[in-house]
């Protein structure tokens, strides 16, 4: 039998942005249903660190308690060529992806929100969300499926996302690691389970020449300077191309976090933009609802909340592509501190980035 049933709102994936916007629509009063193709606290690529942005995100919307899940970040070592820096941040967090997730779907569920796992939604711009033979009619379908849902041809050059989480590392706590080469960047952050996380930005073909994640890893940490020992053998997962361009809205469709597109970020913004950009929707959703898709600003609501984040980003995920500038503004924040803690800043996309 075809299930028919009438949504206010349905929410695809439940990450960050997702379960955000899941929430604050319930909250908004709206009957909200949020579906994911994985399972609750599922591990996924990611940097792992939250900055300002994503913890006033959070504390706006009153969910104090999922930073009991989370460790400061007070320190940023960024090393190339042999050069290396290390500074004081504040406004940093390190939090695993399965406690994050996890700890945002039980706040969503606890407002109301019925949650659906292990299974794929197809949507159409006239709100029809197709559930393998089951169809749902909703009033706005908010599209938080991530990277993976962009069906656009990557832009060339493009570096994919790799990422592996260990218990067979050793890592400085408080501290964030940024190792920036030739082909590539790779972080190391200590998360407040004990466990290592990796997250690196690289090109097809150095992992192909490499051989592996791991030894693609290597190539860039023994580059910048760094003991390639310290990244240790395990198990890499891998994302799509990381530059996206998308459509924020299709009719009733509203696009958040990676869906809306994606900026490749240095120092781990997506969490922080995902939870803005979830927060933020329930407005135009809410309007798409009641008085249809023509009423919704969502694309410009989120170009006016983004737009100038993802500048600075892009414009320092291409900064490090040169591991010689990266190398020489090293020098450079050696020898003038104040330089040092305006890049932190820059590097971070918060003022209270520096302590």
Not at 218 to 229: H, K, M, P, Y
Request: proline letters at 5%.
């Amino acid at each position: 039998m075809v299930d028919r049933r009438h949504y206010d709102a349905v929410v695809i994936g439940a990450g960050p942005a997702g379960a955000m916007a899941a929430r604050t629509m319930a909250l908004r009063g709206a009957r909200t249903l949020m579906i994911d193709r994985a399972c609750k606290g599922r591990w996924k690529v990611c940097g792992c660190c939250l900055g300002a942005v994503g913890i006033d995100a959070l504390q706006d919307a009153g969910l104090d308690g999922v930073l009991a899940h989370a460790g400061p970040i007070e320190r940023l070592t960024l090393s190339a060529r042999g050069a290396r820096v290390s500074v004081g941040m504040s406004g940093f967090a390190s939090i695993s992806r399965e406690d994050l997730d996890t700890a945002l779907v039980d706040a969503a569920e606890a407002a109301g929100v019925e949650v659906r796992w292990r299974q794929s939604a197809r949507a159409t711009p006239d709100g029809r969300v197709h559930l393998g033979g089951d169809e749902l009619l909703a009033g706005v379908v908010i599209d938080a499926s991530g990277l993976r849902s962009h069906a656009d041809r990557p832009p060339r050059g493009g570096r994919i996302g790799l990422g592996l989480t260990t218990d067979a590392a050793l890592c400085p706590t408080k501290q964030l690691t940024m190792a920036v080469a030739r082909d590539g960047y790779l972080g190391r952050v200590a998360l407040p389970d004990g466990r290592v996380d990796f997250a690196m930005a690289a090109t097809p073909e150095l992992v192909r020449q490499a051989g592996s994640p791991t030894e693609a890893a290597r190539a860039i940490w023994a580059e910048a300077g760094l003991d390639a020992s310290e990244v240790p053998d395990g198990r890499w997962f891998g994302t799509p191309v990381l530059r996206r361009r998308a459509q924020a809205q299709q009719g009733r469709i509203l696009r958040v976090g990676d869906a809306a597109g994606y900026v490749e970020p240095f120092t781990g913004e997506g969490m922080s933009w995902a939870l803005l950009g979830g927060s933020a929707v329930a407005g135009d959703a809410i309007a798409c609802i009641e008085h249809g898709p023509d009423s919704s600003r969502w694309p410009r609501t989120l170009h006016g909340l983004l737009a100038r984040r993802h500048t600075r980003c892009r414009a320092v995920s291409n900064a490090v592509r040169s591991p010689t500038l990266v190398r020489v503004a090293i020098a450079f924040a050696g020898v003038a501190p104040s330089v040092s803690a305006s890049a932190t800043a820059m590097l971070s996309g918060s003022r209270r980035s520096v302590a």
